[in-house]
């Protein structure tokens, strides 16, 4: 189910409080170093799509925000690890500086749980030596009862999940400093908060109530996170980005990290994030409850200096903004994209300098399409739009055909390349004559209009949605293809899982069908020969296109025989959480003076009745 959200003023944390306390955390480790291990966990099972070859290439948004989190309040060394990049480090493994790290931070998506969960058991082996375990991300977010009851006999996993942002880990990590003596491990500190109860008011965490041999019997859940609303306040990522670790093959770390300025032999895009929030609340989205609701930006002027300082340090030059809807107020998009086309990378303008794409609503670009010159200026090449369906039948966005000819045609007379999203769901047939109700239809109109590129994908059920328990109970979820078992790692809307269609290789074939109609190389031949502001984009896609189509089935051809195969065995209903969540003052806790700060009755919600 979607999440709650807090009342009032406590869905904001106090202007200025993020800096208080990094500062607290900062000051009390003052001369005290925590080696640190972060790794953003990738299952290489999910590389499937034409993007197929920018993961690789791409540094996501967790690795830095939380390494930036890290290194500001004075926790490290902090060594980054993106398992795209070094997909056998292991923990027990792991020396950073000659030491072995006192903390291990995993943050994992949903379909990259099943490496998180390698992960922190791999941890486990090290016995009284393996770091404090800490859990995030969106998969942390909405179910953390999953990174409990690990190993053979269930006690293994996670020490803490955080549920929530940068402000919720440093919540925690002040309280455990707190509580550390001078030569106990954060691992130590970390167990005698929780005995005293002094963790028990920082809203955003999901902990075991004690380390009782066997899985937990319950689990201690604080609430809601609250919000840091000015993003502003949140750390530059530029210390953050001497922390990575450069690409290999082995178990081990390197002796030393990438230098900033060696990131761009590597990397070709950094993610950034300018906005937090959509004013849609599509009912097959967690988006908008996962922001409670609102919506958050940096300043014009942070947002400049961030861009401007990543690419002269690194030599990056392609920047992805990690909106949810960054056109969805008209004064924030003005006042960003004014900064940013003032801005300048080795004193050439942005224009010139860098690359952005970012993500926004048909409806909001259409209403706002008299900003796109100024976009253009602002270093803006590509939007990438939830469009779902033309026909609005799967959700009402305000996205028309009309609206579509005209936001494309303007666009492209800027230079900035149109990419659509489509999602190819039950009401929606393969083709048909005379109208745009079919996939194939829409996917012809969407070339012609002028889209660059184009992405489709199924109908999944999403944890944190409005429609996730009914996909179940209406026995729409696939539990079983033949041999294969349904898990995480098939839940990237890539793969037919949720179908009213008795065989759901079928609608699968009609996805691929969709990609080889928008990229063959017919297509290719027509964009050589269309010489517009486009014509490099059109040619790099159309041809990355092909090759990620082609690798993608053969990647996948072990998962559509077993769904060809089949027998297809249904969910009948909801999943249950693993383990019940319960509230301190409901686990018979005392807090302690330190958990100063009112309990919220805002849980998260389990899928039974939670956004590097």
């Known amino acids: 189910m979607e999440l709650s959200k807090q009342a009032g003023k406590d869905r904001f944390v106090p202007p200025g409080r993020y800096a208080q306390l990094e500062s607290a955390v900062r000051d009390a480790l003052r001369g005290r170093s925590v080696p640190t291990l972060l790794i953003c966990a990738f299952d290489r099972r999910t590389r499937v799509g034409p993007f197929i070859f920018s993961d690789m290439i791409l540094i996501p948004g967790a690795v830095w925000s939380l390494a930036a989190a890290l290194t500001s309040a004075g926790v490290g060394p902090v060594r980054t690890v993106m398992q795209t990049w070094n ?29 998180a969960y390698r992960l922190i058991s791999d941890a486990w082996t090290l016995g009284e030596a393996r770091p ?13 009862w999953d990174f409990f009851g690990l190993g053979p006999d269930g006690s293994q996993g996670a020490d803490v999940v955080v549920t929530g942002e940068e402000f919720v880990l440093l919540e925690l990590l002040e309280r455990i400093v707190h509580f550390r003596g001078a030569h106990d491990t954060m691992l130590a500190a970390f167990q005698r908060a929780r005995r005293a109860g002094a963790l028990e008011d920082i809203p955003g965490l999901v902990y075991r109530p004690d380390d009782s041999a066997g ?48 990131l761009h032999r590597h990397a070709g895009i950094m993610t950034v994030v300018p906005t937090r929030g959509c004013r849609f609340r599509c009912p097959f989205c967690p988006i908008a409850p996962y922001n409670q609701f609102t919506f958050r930006h940096k300043s014009g002027q942070r947002l400049r200096e961030e861009i401007a300082a990543i690419a002269e340090r690194t030599g990056i030059t392609r920047f992805f903004g990690c909106d949810d809807n960054f056109f969805n107020r008209r004064e924030v998009a003005a006042e960003l994209l004014g900064a940013m086309a003032e801005g300048t990378v080795g004193g050439k303008p942005f224009r010139q300098a860098i690359a952005f794409a970012t993500e926004a609503t048909e409806a909001d670009v259409y209403n706002h399409r008299d900003l796109l010159p100024l976009a253009r200026q602002a270093g803006l090449r590509a939007i990438y739009f939830g469009i779902e369906d033309l026909t609005a039948q799967l959700v009402a966005k305000g996205q028309t055909p009309q609206r579509t000819e005209t ?206």
């Open 215 to 262: 899985p937990p019997e319950y689990l201690i859940s604080t609430g809601l996170q609250r919000l840091v609303r000015d993003l502003d306040e949140l750390p530059l990522p530029l210390e953050a980005l001497e922390s990575i670790e450069p690409p290999h093959r082995n178990s081990h770390l390197s002796s030393a990290p990438l230098r900033a300025e060696q």
């Open 87 to 115: 997909p056998h480090v292991l923990p027990s493994q792991a020396l950073i500086d000659g030491r072995r790290p006192e903390m291990l931070l995993v943050s994992a998506m949903q379909i990259h749980s099943a490496a």
């Open 407 to 612: 936001v494309f045609r303007e666009m492209v007379q800027q230079g900035i390349a149109p990419m659509p999203m489509m999602i190819h769901h039950d009401q929606q047939p393969l083709w048909r004559w005379g109208d745009l109700k079919g996939l194939l239809n829409q996917i012809r109109f969407l070339r012609r209009a002028g889209a660059v590129s184009c992405q489709i994908t199924l109908l999944t059920p999403a944890v944190g949605t409005k429609t996730y328990q009914k996909q179940f109970s209406d026995g729409l979820v696939v539990a079983r293809f033949g041999d294969l078992p349904v898990n995480d790692y098939l839940y990237d809307g890539n793969h037919c899982i949720a179908t009213k269609f008795a065989h759901p290789w079928q609608r699968q074939l009609n996805m691929l069908l969709g990609y080889i109609a928008f990229y063959n190389p017919i297509n290719l031949a027509r964009v050589l020969l269309k010489f517009d502001g486009l014509w490099l984009e059109r040619v790099y896609f159309q041809a990355m296109g092909m090759l990620g189509l082609a690798k993608s089935i053969w990647n996948a051809r072990g998962t559509f025989w077993q769904m060809l195969r089949g027998p297809v065995v249904r969910h009948r209903q909801p999943p249950e959480p693993k383990y019940p969540l319960r509230a301190p003052e409901l686990a018979g806790h005392q807090a302690h003076p330190l958990a100063h700060r009112p309990q919220t009755d805002a849980r998260p919600k389990a899928a039974s009745g939670a956004c590097c």
């Open 132 to 144: 404090l375990v800490l859990a995030g991300g969106p998969k942390a977010i909405y179910e953390p």
